[in-house]
């Protein structure tokens, strides 16, 4: 795909969501950051359910630590992995009472450091809380990254290396949030919605539908 092409495509799903965000609920750096460990191989949906019961309880590292394990399992048992993730957030809750004065750190060695953090959430936290241009490839961004000929790789880290070279400042912050939403509701994986979307023909996917 050649650079107008990019630009056009970058152009139109901005015009049509200038201002574009995560469908976590959150309302705090912190809140964002539990949300994105408990979204794991999870949807955004069934995260909220559990969130939007557990942060009026406890919203803060001491409050979730105080839980325990246990404690935090009962709000968290109808996410998938929720024994390893309560295990994750409460070692992360710890870790941030005990060396970052409780305060969600604008640092990726940092974030990276939490347990049941990796690269993609930590981009996303510091993408979405602190503005940073980062892009986190999930398998939304993959694919449609990849079936559209937008920026091609073998793996997230590629297609991350490769988005982070094509795509212009402008488009930078967003453009993790429009791929996504782009994945979830129109270029969806057994079957893109090819009739119904904004970029059709700008995309170089060969096998495009007309639903």
Known sequence: MNKQKRLEMLTRLRDANPHPTTELNYASPFELLISVILSAQSTDVGVNKATDKLYPVANTPEAIYALGVDGLKHYIKTIGLFNAKAENVIKT???????????????????????????????????????????????????????????????????????????????????????????????????????????????????????
């Open 93 to 211: 809750c710890g870790i941030l009472i005990n060396q970052h004065a409780s305060v969600v750190p604008e640092n990726r060695a940092a974030l990276e450091a939490l347990p049941g953090v990796g690269r993609k959430t930590a981009n996303v936290v510091l993408n979405t809380a602190f503005g940073w241009p980062t892009i986190a490839v999930d398998t939304h961004i993959f694919r449609v990254s990849n079936r559209t000929k937008l920026a091609m790789g073998k793996n997230v880290d590629l297609v991350e290396q490769k988005l982070l070279k094509v795509v212009s400042t402008e488009f930078k912050v967003d453009v993790h949030h429009w791929l996504i939403l782009h994945g979830r509701y129109t270029c969806i994986a057994r079957k893109p919605r090819c009739g119904s979307c904004l970029i059709e023909d700008l995309c170089e996917f060969k096998d495009k539908t007309e639903d």
